[in-house]
């Protein structure tokens, strides 16, 4: 089944408002692809002011806590972000896993708490350098998703991201058949999670997509689009990949 792709671009720790102009111009870009899904997460300093400069362009927060509200300071809630107009939420994203010590059950709350605020949770999976050489990969993806995902959440709740840690702002990819073997297993294991909801939910291929090589990642079958780091950040970059998406 072929699903409508979504291409989401994760700005990290980078932008400030003078980065606005580029939220246009990925409108811009957007406006004219048709039958795509198109997202950004900017910093939650810039989530309003991109929100404004958007309509076919959808914003999202790149983490949120698992709860509502309360005495958790510097954290961001869940229905902080949809109350901005955030319609997802990138949850479990590598660099926090590693960066602030997040496990699957932490990675699972959270994903909970966005869709409870009406968002859609981008859960990201993807195992290091060292499983892959140890043939590990597809265990390692497999138990993250078993922990990670939430088992109640409907294909429009829910995406998933496989971002092998190996290949995220280095320039390298896996081979575009690793690629299909990973997309399989993880359409296999939503099965067995979410029963027929996991045949609806858009599987995203993350870790340095970049305009040469999107379109021929896009064309893998179970690859519903793409999580994209450094090169969302311009529109020259975004742009193609948005068109890739769209061509695909
Ligand atoms: P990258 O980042 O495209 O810069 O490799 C992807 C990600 O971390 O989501």
């Given at each position: 089944m072929a699903l409508r792709k979504l291409v989401a671009g994760n700005w990290k720790m980078n932008g400030t408002r003078a980065a606005l102009g580029e939220i246009a111009a990925i409108e811009a870009a957007a406006?004219?692809?048709?039958g795509i899904d198109v997202a950004i997460c900017p910093p939650f300093t810039l989530i309003a002011a991109a929100g404004q400069q958007v309509s076919k362009v959808a914003i999202g927060g790149q983490d949120c806590h698992?709860?509502?509200?309360?005495?958790?300071?510097g954290c961001i809630a869940a229905t902080m972000l949809a109350d901005l107009g955030a319609r997802y939420v990138i949850v479990g994203h590598s660099e926090r896993r590693t960066d602030n010590g997040e496990d699957d059950a932490q990675v699972r709350a959270k994903a909970e708490a966005g869709i409870a605020a009406g968002l859609i949770a981008i859960v990201c999976v993807g195992e290091t350098e060292g499983e892959r050489d140890e043939g590990r990969a597809g265990s390692v993806v497999g138990a993250q998703l078993d922990g990670s995902v939430p088992p109640a959440a409907t294909a429009a709740q829910l995406v998933v991201a496989y971002e092998p840690v190996w290949a995220i702002g280095t320039g390298r990819t896996p081979s575009l058949d690793d690629v299909a073997e990973m997309h399989a297993l993880i359409r296999a294991k939503l099965l067995a999670i979410l029963g027929q909801e996991g045949a609806g939910v858009r599987i995203l291929y993350g870790g340095s997509v970049k305009p040469d090589n999107a379109a021929a990642l896009m064309a893998i079958a179970d690859v519903d689009g793409a999580l994209v780091g450094g090169a969302s950040l311009t529109a020259a970059q975004f742009a193609p990949i948005i068109e890739a998406a769209a061509g695909a």
């Open positions: 406006a004219g692809a048709a698992h709860a509502a509200k309360g005495a958790h300071t």
